[in-house]
């Protein structure tokens, strides 16, 4: 199996760093990157495709809550141990419960840059964002610390959260050996190699789902106007 290189690894960060500072859409730099990405390590984009094409198969994420069911509520804790429970955030106002794959994924820095950069607008219309990873608080911490996240990033352990959403998806062994660079049993506390589907769920203040996005291909994410467009209609409906 191919490995990543030490060369490799580099010309993969100056690629994330020049989709980054690109301009166009959240989407658009996501496949930026994908394609970058694939050119540089192409043994791991085949072997996306091959796990998109599984979970896709297997109907992944497709019985996670939909628009019109409630969001079931969660506890969970921050970085810094505090318990964040959705019934409280979601006395202020509508929230985006929002799924990382971890600190470590590109995708998911770029995703998170882009929220946080839509802020003022979020702010403005009294609605809220919440991240949730499976990792431990020292890696939520790090995540939140390296991308300035204004928002909780709330680790939920073992994936049982998105376990009771149906988004906990077992990586496989192809992808475990290409990735074994990541010392992912450190960062999840477990060996298990399960992660989410990264997903967004809008949730109005009556607890019911407004609009949701979920694409077992991770190299997807929901834009940032649709987000906006559904947190200010799920504002309007409280």
Known sequence: MTSLTPADAERLKSAFQRCRDMEGTLNEQLRAYA??????????GDAVDRLVERLAQNGG?????????????????????????????????????????GHWCPYCRLN???????????????????????????????FRDDSGAPFPVLTDLDNGY?????????????????????????????DGWMLPIP??????????????FVDPDFRKRMEIDDLLEALEKAGRES
């Open 35 to 44: 394609s970058a990405g694939r050119e540089i390590f192409p043994a791991y």
């Open 61 to 101: 994420g497709e019985n996670a809550p939909r628009p019109g069911e409630m969001m079931p509520p969660f506890m969970l804790p921050d970085e810094e141990g505090r318990l964040v429970a959705l019934p409280t955030l979601l006395k202020r106002g509508p929230v985006a419960v929002m799924f990382f794959r």
């Open 112 to 142: 998170v840059r882009a929220v946080i950069q839509a802020k003022d607008r979020i702010d403005a219309m009294g609605a809220q964002i919440v991240a949730i990873m499976p990792e431990t608080q020292e890696f939520t911490g790090k």
């Open 162 to 190: 998105a376990l009771s959403l149906n988004l906990a998806i077992w990586l496989g062994s192809e992808i475990q050996g290409l990735l074994s660079y990541q010392d992912m049993a450190k960062f999840h506390g477990n």
């Open 199 to 212: 997903a967004v769920f809008v949730v109005g203040r009556d607890g019911v789902v407004k609009a949701r």
